[in-house]
């Protein structure tokens, strides 16, 4: 679903009909229905999927790179990883864990996203892909696209990673003016904040608490169209990546322009 969000595919095509706004608001209460089967798990699933998710980010990127030689398409378990990663990083990890590791999802998100267009742009299934040779990116692979294409050819990864970013900080960060007070703030480390169970981090206390909140529920889905035609009406990518909420991350590191960022992003993974 948030895939079909990300890329403004149908929803139609599996179910013959529902739209974006219905599917928003049944966004929340699949969210629910994952948290509800993750707790009744092994207790060591969370921790499981939490350990996952640092080594995927402590790996190479060769290890998950998309491509092959032979110039065929990118396979399930390495196109999709990023986005199986970003998924399993909400249901288990802390909203500051999250922030530690966004910066390297995007990155990540940038090739997957790069090498998926320049395989869908091969003339045949043994010629590699224009600015690809032997299953990596040149290093000028960016030049054909230009600012406005380059945009729209990783728009759909932007609009994927900034809609985790929506539901991490809407589910876990505590607000000020919460009426049930959690023991530990929502964006707690992920070191052992129990409550008085002992057997929840703080921030779990934060993400039970708003999924048993319906009001909050019902109310998400609006801040999140919100944001979907925000996103979508960006015209560059320093707007979009502002809007994404990463901006200050993508220009730093000794990069002045967002272009900079993305080169470098593309080169990275034949590394």
Not at 61 to 84: K, W
Not at 200 to 226: A, D, H, Q, Y
Not at 236 to 260: H, K, M, N, P, Y
Request: with cysteine; hydrophobic share 35%.
């Amino acid at each position: 679903m948030l895939a079909r969000f990300a890329t403004g595919a149908s929803f139609s095509v599996d179910c013959r009909g529902g739209g974006r706004e219905s599917n928003s608001r049944f966004l929340p209460f699949m969210i629910q229905m994952a948290r509800h089967l993750l707790d009744q798990g092994s207790p060591s699933q969370r921790r499981n999927m939490a350990r996952a998710v640092s080594a995927y980010i402590s790996s190479s990127s060769s290890d998950v790179r998309p491509s092959s030689p032979s110039g065929t398409q990118p396979t399930l378990g390495t196109e999709e990883t990023v986005q199986f990663m970003m998924v399993n990083s909400f249901l288990s990890e802390s909203y500051e864990s999250w922030l530690q590791h966004r910066r390297a999802f995007l990155q990540r998100g940038i090739y997957h996203a790069y090498m998926q267009h320049t395989h869908s742009r091969a003339p045949s299934a043994t010629s590699p892909p224009q600015g690809v040779e032997s299953g990596t990116v040149g290093q000028n692979a960016t030049a054909e696209a230009g600012k406005n294409d380059l945009l729209s050819i990783i728009r759909p990864m932007l609009v994927y990673t900034g809609l985790i970013e929506q539901l991490q900080h809407f589910f876990k960060v505590k607000k000020s003016a919460s009426a049930t007070p959690a023991r530990t703030d929502g964006a707690s480390s992920t070191t052992e904040g129990e409550d008085e169970s002992g057997n929840l981090e703080g921030w779990e206390v934060v993400m039970t608490e708003r999924l048993l909140n319906v009001k909050e529920l019902l109310g998400f889905p609006n801040e999140m169209l919100s944001w979907l035609d925000d996103i979508s009406s960006a015209e560059d990518l320093q707007e979009a990546f502002d809007i994404v909420g990463v901006l200050a991350e993508v220009l730093s590191g000794g990069f002045t322009r967002c272009e900079d960022f993305v080169q470098a992003a593309i080169n990275a993974g034949k590394s």
